[in-house]
């Protein structure tokens, strides 16, 4: 697993629209021919399934395969399993039913992930940080073939690739956008303009995905059905209506700033003002404050804090994440405390700096001025 320290590339903050977009992910379920999916499978199967993919990946050249780490989730412990959720490696669902004969594959940055016996055989997913559902296609399209020249696939003319779930099967692709809207959120139209999207094949989800609800106006938008459809058109289509979200999303933080100007302000500030000066806050609390703040960073009213630092904090912040950096286990207010600790040290620091800089460049403007009188 990787270093707890270390930043996954999704979290880097950067790409196109990242102000709004937090990420953006494809998934592929892939099942092995001649064995019953994962739900139907019995303990030798399934064992015999880990076998034949870790020699598959034995006998593969491909310069990425040969780059993921293997772990077993029977040996992890339930902390560095729970960790791994709060980092949307592996889903909830992934280790909360048994642990037996599953196996987690990553590359160091986590930009590759591959869950072995969830609810498919093999679930292929690349995370990206930003609207790049191309790029993160392009990625997952790779390793779906390197892995394709190793394994028996099942997959058939008529249907395409054969999943558990039936909604999966064709390409068996899941596309997915993690998009931050406090605007649509603040002025209630959320509800109306998410739910309008089913119509189109999309569904929404929360912050860790299917049976999760929203966090901090945090939404997962990603396509519902895959058969009969091209993974180019899947992407196309998902990219085109992120994007009139996000245009969206801008439009109305465009109008909240211009009539309530000085309440919005005041939100803002005092949540920074919490986020800052707490000694003790939960989970739901600082996460719905952060979303504040990111907001008035994106409108300029708080000076500049990276993306990064938000999408950071949105994971650093979880219980299991807070105990893994702090190295012992902690109950629910001793989590509050360290929460409130670790977010005060956060982005004091880098609203220091940043008042830093803008003071050292209105010096050197000042100076480059008098010089030239």
Not at 106 to 126: F, P, T, V
Not at 203 to 210: I, S
Not at 343 to 355: A, F, G, P
Request: hydrophobic share 40%; with cysteine.
């Amino acid at each position: 697993m990787s270093d707890h320290q270390e930043i996954s590339k999704w979290m880097e903050g950067f790409g196109p629209e990242a102000d709004i977009v937090v990420s953006s992910r494809i998934r592929l379920a892939r099942n092995l021919e001649k064995y019953p999916f994962p739900h139907r499978i019995s303990a030798e199967q399934a064992k015999r399934v880990v076998e034949i993919i870790q020699n598959a990946l034995k006998h593969s050249s491909d310069p990425v395969l040969e780059k993921l780490m293997w772990v077993s989730l029977e040996e992890m412990s339930d902390l560095d399993r729970q960790v791994l959720v709060e980092r949307h490696i592996i889903s909830p669902q992934f280790i909360n039913s048994g642990l037996k004969n599953k196996v987690i594959l990553m590359l160091k940055d986590e930009k590759i992930s591959i869950m072995i016996n969830e609810e498919d055989h093999l679930r292929i997913q690349c995370l990206f940080s930003g609207l790049q559902l191309e790029n993160a296609w392009e990625l997952c399209s790779h390793v779906d073939d390197a892995l394709g020249k190793e394994l028996d696939i099942a997959f058939t003319e008529k249907y395409g690739f054969l999943t558990v779930c039936p909604t999966n099967v064709g390409t068996g692709m899941r596309a997915s956008v993690m998009l931050h809207l406090p605007a649509l959120s603040m002025t209630g139209q959320t509800g109306k303009i998410l739910s309008s999207l089913s119509q189109y094949g999309i569904t929404v989800r929360g912050l860790y995905g299917e049976g999760t609800e929203s966090q901090g106006n945090m939404y997962q938008v990603s396509n519902q059905l895959t058969l009969g459809k091209s993974e180019a058109d899947i992407i196309q289509s998902l990219k085109g209506i992120a994007q009139k979200v996000v245009e969206r999303e801008r439009a109305v933080r465009t109008l909240l700033y211009s009539k309530n100007r000085m309440k919005l302000i005041d939100r803002i500030w005092r949540a920074y003002g919490v986020l800052t000066q707490a000694r003790i806050i939960s989970s739901g609390e600082a996460v719905k404050l952060l979303s504040d703040v990111r907001l008035g960073v994106d409108l300029g009213v708080i000076p500049k804090i990276s993306n990064g630092i938000f999408n950071q904090l949105l994971v650093y912040i979880q219980p299991a994440y807070l105990q893994r950096i702090n190295n012992t286990e902690l109950d629910e207010e001793e989590r509050d405390i360290k929460r409130a600790e670790l977010i005060r040290n956060k982005l004091s620091n880098v609203y220091d700096h940043t008042m830093t800089a803008i003071g050292n460049e209105t010096k050197d403007k000042i100076n480059k001025e008098t010089k030239e009188g």
